[in-house]
């Protein structure tokens, strides 16, 4: 689940910036998404907000949050009125940005202690080689993928938050939010 999960995490980001100023591109294999289980689109997000909740608590930081919500995607080439998946993006801004400084090494050493694993570190591939993370955790069944952006001002660490598919109960519609 790991570079399954992790490629999403990755792509996802770029993709979801055309629909929002953000743009979500599918996956070429649906087949490589992994399986969440059952849920119904609210239950997810909810689960979705819930390890959003818990990445917040681990930066160990004062400061805000972006107050976004979790939205609902197609996944990959699965039936779209059977199959989804929840991506919930979302920023935090410290009270000052020197606090960051070591954010990104601290969360690296404690996502494992909480069941992620982390499949990628180091500088992305953009303009600013912003220091990025990729982590998944096979319980939760959801990755994440943290950037900080120590040049944005004020720097922020950016989180992209995306679960495997999941099938809608039988009877049930995903509710696009």
Same mark, same amino acid.
């Given at each position: ?10 792509? /996802?980001?770029?993709? /979801? ?10 996956? #070429?294999n649906s ?32 400061? #805000? ?6 939205g609902v ?10 199959? $989804? +998946? ?12 020197? +606090? ?6 601290? /969360? ?20 600013? #080689? ?10 939760? #069944? $959801? ?5 900080? +952006?120590?040049?944005?001002n004020p720097?922020?660490?950016? $989180? $992209? ?17």
């Open positions: 689940m790991k570079t399954k999960l992790g490629a999403i995490a990755l792509t /996802l980001p770029i993709a /979801l910036a055309t629909l929002t100023g953000c743009s979500v591109t599918d996956t #070429k087949d490589d998404i992994p399986s969440s289980g059952v849920s119904t689109s609210r239950g997810a997000a909810e689960l979705a907000k819930k390890t959003s909740s818990e990445l917040y608590n681990l930066i160990g930081l004062k400061g #805000k949050a972006s107050d976004t919500g979790p995607k197609e996944c990959g080439k699965k039936d779209p009125d059977k199959y $989804f +998946q929840i991506f919930h993006s979302w920023s935090f801004t410290p009270t000052s940005s020197e +606090q960051l400084e070591g954010a990104m090494e601290q /969360l690296k050493s404690k996502l494992p202690k909480h069941g992620w694993e982390i499949a990628e570190y180091g500088p992305d591939s953009s303009r600013n #080689k912003n220091l990025s993370l990729t982590a998944d955790n096979d319980t939760k #069944k $959801f990755s994440v993928k943290i950037v900080y +952006q120590a040049k944005d720097s922020n660490l950016s $989180f $992209f938050v995306v679960s495997g598919c999941y099938q809608v109960p039988d009877g049930q519609k995903i509710e696009q939010f």
